[in-house]
């Protein structure tokens, strides 16, 4: 990349418009939000894109968070940007690490709130599950997550600043020098952390650029998963405007369990989320819809229901992960026994379907799906005001 003269020191006492209050935190800016940020601060318009290139690959692609460290800009160039702008993450509170090596990062951010972020390693790959609320509006039954109350969206820089913190912790950025992704540790993102992500549509999408960008963090899309429950509206536009691989938290073969297990559903039944969901694919040039089924003893795991199951997404591109029930304090449901999973998982399997059962992981630590909350987190919402944050 070519390297711009060094900025004189006219282009550093132009007028200013950057908003009081200190300086501007640059991460989770898209890269024309980055490009105006530094024109509004003085940057040469003509300089800007190129500008806001050069520390788009410190940033996202190296892991820098000094601005003194980034040598291809002038020295006084640096200087005014640590001026004007900060490179903030949310703060590590606590990390656990669990017998099978699971992480755990329990996260501050903005306002004194906490969120929970996981690691996930595997033989052949390194999965990050990461969180895009503070809590939860959807109120699952089953879900730990789903007993705290939502308390806000999390931003665009919260959200790709856990993948940045979980990199540092791994020391997963390149190796100048090393063969592409040799060192690559996090080798897959799920948006399957605390809230619903679809109901912090605009964050998300503008967090998974960054981490999609083949000079930021440049994962494909392909190893980008986004789980939601049904929000039906968001659905499609996430074909477009993402294009990541998509994940339903589905669990349930009827509107009257899917009801109570998934509340959602009474706002888009089954019916209308299956008919929505024959059109990602093709949207999104995906390969498969990846169906999430928590396995509920004498609740959902009868031969009726896999049978159902089948029934129902026939002629979707489909697997079905069957996800023994990771239980929490106080929760109103038991795990399914191992001969009921399998049963069901055969039953499916035999339809044609891969239908793999998630091993449980990080238990020890409660980092296992569905049993993340943060449990520190104490503010109280109405339901008028979480009604209209996660804008229902």
Same mark, same amino acid.
């Given at each position: 990349?070519?390297?711009?003269?060094?900025?004189?020191?006219?282009?550093?006492?132009?007028p200013?418009?950057?908003?009081?209050?200190? +300086? =501007?935190n640059?991460?989770?800016l &898209?890269?024309?939000?980055?490009?105006?940020?530094?024109? &509004?601060?003085?940057?040469?318009?003509?300089?800007?894109?190129?500008?806001?290139?050069?520390?788009w690959?410190?940033?996202?692609? %190296?892991g =820098?968070?000094?601005?003194?460290?980034? &040598?291809?800009?002038?020295?006084?160039?640096?200087?005014a940007?640590?001026?004007?702008?900060?490179?903030?993450?949310?703060?590590?509170?606590?990390?656990?690490?669990?017998?099978?090596?699971?992480?755990?990062?329990?996260?501050r951010?903005?306002?004194?709130?906490?969120?929970? !972020? =996981?690691?996930? +390693?595997?033989?052949?790959?390194?999965t990050?599950c990461?969180?895009?609320?503070v809590?939860? !509006?959807?109120?699952?039954?089953?879900?730990?997550?789903?007993?705290?109350?939502?308390?806000?969206?999390?931003?665009?820089?919260?959200?790709?600043?856990?993948v940045?913190?979980?990199?540092?912790?791994?020391?997963?950025?390149?190796?100048?020098?090393? +063969?592409?992704?040799?060192?690559?540790? @996090?080798?897959? #993102?799920?948006?399957?952390?605390?809230?619903?992500p679809?109901? /912090?549509?605009?964050?998300?999408r503008?967090?998974? %650029? @960054?981490?999609?960008?083949?000079?930021?963090?440049?994962?494909s899309?392909?190893?980008? &998963?986004?789980?939601?429950?049904?929000?039906?509206?968001e659905?499609?536009?996430?074909?477009?405007? #993402?294009?990541?691989?998509l994940a339903?938290?589905?669990?349930?073969?009827t509107?009257?369990?899917?009801?109570?297990? =998934?509340?959602?559903?009474?706002?888009? /039944?089954?019916?209308?989320?299956?008919? !929505?969901?024959?059109?990602? +694919?093709?949207?999104?040039?995906?390969?498969?819809?990846?169906?999430?089924?928590?396995?509920l003893?004498?609740?959902?795991?009868?031969?009726?229901?896999?049978?159902?199951?089948?029934?129902?997404?026939?002629? @979707?591109?489909?697997?079905i /992960?069957? @996800?023994p029930?990771?239980?929490?304090?106080?929760?109103?449901?038991?795990?399914?026994?191992?001969?009921?999973?399998?049963?069901?998982?055969?039953?499916?399997?035999?339809?044609?379907?891969?239908?793999?059962?998630?091993?449980?992981r990080?238990?020890?630590?409660?980092a296992?799906?569905?049993?993340?909350?943060?449990?520190?987190?104490?503010?109280r919402?109405?339901?008028?005001?979480?009604?209209a944050?996660?804008?229902?």
């Amino acid at each position: 990349m070519p390297v711009l003269p060094p900025v004189t020191q006219d282009m550093l006492t132009l007028p200013r418009k950057l908003p009081e209050g200190g +300086p =501007v935190n640059l991460i989770g800016l &898209t890269r024309e939000g980055l490009r105006d940020a530094l024109i &509004t601060a003085g940057t040469p318009e003509h300089q800007a894109r190129m500008r806001a290139g050069q520390i788009w690959q410190w940033v996202y692609n %190296k892991g =820098v968070r000094d601005f003194a460290e980034m &040598t291809n800009l002038g020295k006084d160039y640096r200087a005014a940007l640590a001026r004007d702008f900060t490179l903030d993450l949310p703060e590590v509170v606590s990390r656990q690490v669990s017998t099978d090596g699971t992480r755990k990062y329990l996260l501050r951010i903005n306002g004194g709130h906490e969120v929970e !972020t =996981v690691y996930i +390693p595997d033989d052949d790959r390194g999965t990050l599950c990461i969180s895009s609320q503070v809590g939860c !509006t959807l109120t699952c039954s089953f879900c730990h997550t789903g007993t705290q109350k939502l308390v806000r969206n999390l931003t665009a820089g919260e959200i790709v600043g856990q993948v940045m913190i979980a990199r540092d912790d791994l020391d997963d950025w390149p190796v100048p020098g090393a +063969p592409p992704n040799q060192t690559r540790q @996090i080798s897959n #993102i799920v948006l399957m952390g605390m809230g619903e992500p679809l109901y /912090n549509f605009d964050n998300v999408r503008d967090a998974m %650029k @960054i981490v999609m960008d083949g000079e930021g963090i440049s994962l494909s899309r392909r190893r980008i &998963t986004l789980s939601t429950s049904g929000v039906v509206p968001e659905i499609a536009r996430t074909a477009r405007e #993402i294009g990541c691989l998509l994940a339903i938290s589905f669990h349930a073969t009827t509107d009257a369990v899917r009801d109570q297990l =998934v509340p959602i559903n009474k706002r888009w /039944n089954i019916e209308t989320l299956l008919q !929505t969901l024959r059109d990602y +694919p093709r949207l999104s040039n995906s390969e498969r819809i990846t169906f999430e089924y928590v396995m509920l003893r004498d609740v959902n795991d009868s031969d009726d229901d896999a049978r159902r199951l089948v029934q129902l997404i026939k002629g @979707i591109p489909a697997k079905i /992960n069957l @996800i023994p029930f990771n239980e929490w304090p106080g929760a109103p449901y038991q795990r399914s026994t191992w001969s009921r999973i399998e049963a069901f998982a055969d039953i499916i399997h035999d339809a044609g379907y891969a239908s793999p059962v998630r091993t449980p992981r990080g238990e020890d630590i409660m980092a296992a799906c569905g049993q993340l909350k943060s449990a520190t987190e104490r503010a109280r919402k109405s339901r008028a005001e979480i009604a209209a944050e996660a804008g229902l």
